[in-house]
């Protein structure tokens, strides 16, 4: 199993920035993706971004450019750097990760972020 904890949200402008944390139970290495999922009020959850074990790296569409994931195996933790941010960007952010050779899917509780207008 792989408990993840997250961490970062809160509310910011728009044009801000903010940065997300999720702390994983397990050594990330041994996860073979990871990821960042957020789900808008009365929409459904979505793909925001993900990082392999490899370290390659996958993004929405609509927070190219302006949004980065990372992390860093000595922590264990994964890190998804939000810039310029927009109003649209307000949700529910769940970190993801997938494990072992089922590839099992583990979530977060989620971390709320709200720009303001």
């Known amino acids: 199993q792989v408990q993840l904890v997250e961490s970062g949200g809160g509310l910011v402008p728009a044009g801000g920035s903010l940065r997300l944390s999720c702390a994983a139970s397990r050594i990330i290495f041994s996860i073979n993706t990871m990821g960042w999922y957020r789900q808008p009020p009365g929409k459904q959850r979505e793909l925001v971004a993900t990082i392999t074990r490899g370290g390659s790296t996958n993004y929405a569409d609509s927070v190219k450019g302006r949004f980065t994931i990372s992390r860093d195996n000595a922590k264990n933790t994964v890190y998804l750097q939000m810039n310029s941010l927009k109003p649209e960007d307000t949700a529910r952010y769940y970190c993801?990760?997938?494990?072992?050779?089922?590839?099992?899917?583990?979530w977060g509780q989620g971390t709320q972020v709200t720009v303001s207008s």
């Open positions: 993801n990760a997938e494990y072992g050779v089922q590839a099992t899917n583990y």
